[in-house]
Nanobody, 119 residues
């Protein structure tokens, strides 16, 4: 069974930074073939895609976070990270990591970590 465990959320003032991490655990699990992503969901809103990184390392970021957030991966540690700089109150949400291997029909979600940006 594969589990994704997130960390790094918290309360930060506007303009501050946070680094989210998501690590996959499971017997003989390897994330090398998985595309990874971060999503977020604010209260009363639908879950939205924040950033993606393919198995080959290509990245894409939502326009709302472009230039402020950076997604990265560490295959050796089965991990994906989200560096968030210059945070704004509208970034407040629960952030979820996602690992997806479409060819094999496998997809996993983290439990979510709260990010609150407030003065």
């Amino acid at each position: 069974q594969v589990q994704l465990v997130e960390s790094g959320g918290g309360l930060v003032q506007p303009g501050g930074s946070l680094r989210l991490s998501c690590v996959a655990s499971g017997t003989a699990f390897s994330c090398n073939m998985y595309n990874m992503a971060w999503y977020r969901q604010a209260p009363g809103k639908q879950r939205e895609l924040v950033a993606t990184i393919t198995s080959g390392g290509s990245t894409n970021h939502a326009d709302s976070v472009k230039g402020r957030f950076t997604i990265s991966r560490d295959n050796g540690k089965n991990a994906v990270h989200l560096q968030m700089n210059n945070l704004k109150p509208e970034d407040t949400a629960v952030y979820y990591c996602n690992f997806k291997y479409s060819w094999a029909g496998r997809e996993y979600w983290g439990q979510g970590t709260q990010v609150t940006v407030s003065s």
